[in-house]
């Protein structure tokens, strides 16, 4: 069982919640406060309020560290995937946005692995949960895979527009094709996570978070 | 209903929110993908009743 890192966010919430806690002993001590005024104001505060803005914040912060590469690969299924981010080779994808800082390494998977639509944050946590509900509940095949093909939707929220993109002289002719989906990325870049090969890679050995 | 059931109802929504409450503060130490699960299905269960305990306590008061 790991124990989370906490941030001062963390500490402040814990610090409300149990201020709250404290109210509502307080309200459960001596319920005879609420027939004032003032009490009652008390106990609304204590018994609705504080638990809506503790339980409101508290879902945030979970869904926020839900986002977090560690969150990601405290899955055992997915160490191989958190190591091959340090494939020390630029043509793996991963590795390549891992290493140099195109992607944040703190969220590096959730990075390229939510869709960037409008219900898309919705989306992967619901994935998270059917991910939860497998390991779990069902049997989890030998070879991962994406439960749809990999949009270029996703590719091309950072990279369209970019200098290093738009000029390059491969991309000039297919761009039509890429924007509308007709041609993947990764018919060109197709070096993504080959975990099978990790043992005769070489790993880039610098920090990962 | 009387001003003594009335505060029996008063105290168990409190202990209802505060098991809920603390609940939630332990799952935000816990680093494991269940944590927002219990976070979720047994904090939030808990403070939600032990709310509506309370709402309807005083609105049928």
């Not at chain 1, 949960?129 to 950072?158: K, W």
């Not at chain 1, 099978?196 to 920090?207: I, Q, R, Y």
């Not at chain 2, 098991?19 to 332990?26: C, H, K, P, Q, S």
Request: glycine fraction near 8%; hydrophobic fraction near 45%.
């Amino acid at each position: 069982m790991g124990i989370r890192a906490l941030t001062l966010l963390d500490a402040g919430l814990i610090a409300f919640t149990l201020i709250a806690i404290a109210l509502i002993v307080l309200v459960a001590l001596r319920p005879g406060l609420t027939a004032a005024r003032g009490g009652k104001v008390l106990a609304f505060i204590a018994l609705f309020i504080s638990p809506v803005v503790a339980t409101w914040i508290g879902t945030t912060n979970h869904l926020e560290h839900s986002k977090t590469t560690s969150f990601c690969l405290s899955c055992h299924e997915m160490e191989p995937y958190g190591r091959s981010l340090r494939i020390a080779d630029g043509d793996y994808l991963p590795g390549g946005h891992f290493q140099n800082n195109r992607v944040p390494r703190e969220q590096a998977c959730y990075t390229c692995h939510t869709t960037y639509t409008m219900f898309g944050d919705v989306q992967a946590k619901m994935q998270g949960m059917q991910h939860v509900f497998v390991h779990y509940l069902g049997s989890i095949p030998e070879n991962l895979e994406l439960y749809r093909p990999y949009s270029n939707r996703e590719c091309l929220h950072c990279h369209e527009g970019a200098r290093s993109f738009e000029e390059m002289e491969d991309h000039v002719d297919v761009r039509p094709e890429l924007a509308s989906g007709d041609t993947s990325c990764l018919e060109c870049h197709d070096t993504v996570h080959d975990v099978a090969s990790l043992d005769e890679l070489e790993m880039w050995e610098g920090k990962t978070e | 209903m009387t001003a003594e059931s009335l505060y029996k109802r008063l105290q168990l929504s409190g202990v209802l929110v505060a098991a809920g409450l603390i609940v939630e503060v332990v799952t935000l130490y816990w680093g494991h993908p269940l944590a927002f699960l219990a976070f979720i299905l047994l904090g939030g269960t808990l403070v939600a009743a032990g709310m509506l305990l309370y709402l309807y306590s005083i609105v049928s008061h």
